[in-house]
């Protein structure tokens, strides 16, 4: 089946900062998604993402699909941005392992 | 507002005590499916349902059950849960397989003893 690959698996950051995750797919997808799931344990959509680029404030993300890869970006980290972010895809929506982000104040 | 609602949101019961998970979504949605969370592995599909009475395993079926009688429901059922079957989990629902936006709803955390 499909491998999904997310990194850095884990982000430490000071409050500010700016980052960039990365979600690599082993074989092509026509409807990969970022997730952020909360202290809360909720996943809440962040893009709905299977090419081109898209922006929400200060979040933004990016797929080639061709190279198989999706970008997160997260710019001016703010401490309510911690929490596990999430790639998936694929008919099964196949999840990622994801990446947890630790920002600190 | 469109969403996807479980209940409970959290469940604390005893080993072989049947339980049912539901699960509804308000977005006329044909796809539909459940998933468990677990440290060190991940989000893993349990079920799907591709439209009322069409549901398949999906990678960790055993222990579960799952019913489609009507487009907005999908309940998940542990007929005799085991301390195995602690985890987080999900209900998500989209309209087309593999072409439109899936969401959420927002968790159970299911605790057996």
């Known amino acids: 089946g499909i491998q999904v690959e997310q990194s850095p698996p884990d982000l430490i950051l000071q409050e500010g900062a700016n980052s960039t995750l990365r979600c690599n797919f082993s074989?092509?997808?026509?409807?990969l998604q970022w997730f952020h799931q909360n202290p809360w344990g909720q996943l809440i959509n962040l893009f709905y993402i299977p090419s081109g680029t898209k922006q929400n404030g200060r979040l933004s993300a990016t797929t080639v699909a061709t190279e198989r890869y999706s970008l997160l970006y997260i710019s001016s980290s703010q401490t309510t941005d911690s929490g596990v972010y999430f790639c998936?895809?694929?008919?099964?929506?196949?999840f990622g392992q994801g990446t947890r982000l630790t920002i600190n104040p | 507002e469109a969403q996807v609602t479980q209940n409970p949101r959290y469940l604390i019961t005893v080993t072989g005590k049947k339980l049912t998970v539901t699960c509804s979504q308000n977005m006329n949605h044909e796809y539909m499916s459940w998933y468990r969370q677990d440290p060190g592995l991940g989000l893993r599909q349990i079920y799907y349902s591709m439209n009322v009475e069409v549901t398949d395993k999906g990678d960790v079926p055993e222990g579960y059950k799952v019913s489609r009688k009507e487009k907005r429901n999908f309940p998940l059922i542990l007929e005799s849960p085991s301390p195995n079957q602690t985890s987080l989990y999900f209900c998500a629902s989209r309209g087309q397989v593999g072409l439109t936006e899936a969401f959420f709803g927002q968790g159970t955390r299911l605790t057996v003893v």
């Open positions: 998936a895809g694929a008919q099964k929506l196949v």
């Open positions: 074989d092509s997808v026509n409807n």
